[in-house]
């Protein structure tokens, strides 16, 4: 059996397709499935953002092939996990929930290296380049610690 992770930020162009690429490259492709979305429709089909695929790169990771999609309903049934960057997207998710059941699949990503912190990842989208090499290393720890758990 595959277990199924889908990583979301706002947009699915900066910070969710990085955390994709990132546990994807720690993870069995033959035992996991991992994706990524936004729960906007601003960027559906487009490519994550030029400075992800940039400091993916420099680590060695390809997400070119990566094309923008919009979190729905759904996903519940599809993912064992989700992983929104933030509250607000994680608040977004849970409202869109039917149930307790689609409601205990949701954790903020960086619960998993603070638990109950609450922290976001924060959007690098409108800073510099050194806002997307925060945002990796930070996804990278915290790819670490679901990696080792599965």
Same mark, same amino acid.
């Given at each position: ?38 729960? #906007?429709? $601003? ?6 953002? *030029? ?5 993916? @790169?420099?680590?060695? /990771? ?25 509250? #607000?997207? $994680? ?6 929930? *039917? ?5 205990? @699949?949701?954790?903020? /990503? ?41």
């Amino acid at each position: 059996m595959t277990v199924k992770i889908l990583m979301v930020c706002l947009g699915n162009i900066c910070r969710s397709p990085l955390a994709e690429g990132i546990l994807q490259s720690k993870l069995d492709p033959e035992r996991f499935q991992v994706d990524s979305c936004g729960t #906007s429709s $601003y960027h559906i089909g487009e490519k994550p953002d *030029r400075r992800s695929i940039e400091i993916a @790169k420099k680590y060695d /990771i390809d997400i070119t092939n990566q094309r923008a999609a919009q979190f729905k309903i759904s996903d519940f049934d599809t993912y064992d996990f989700i992983y929104p960057m933030d509250n #607000s997207n $994680y608040n977004n998710i849970i409202q869109l929930s *039917r149930n307790e059941t689609d409601k205990q @699949k949701v954790k903020l /990503i960086l619960d998993e290296l603070q638990p109950n912190a609450g922290l976001d990842v924060p959007d690098p989208y409108y800073g510099g380049e050194q806002g997307f090499e925060d945002v990796f290393k930070m996804l990278q720890s915290a790819c670490d610690t679901i990696a080792r758990k599965l």
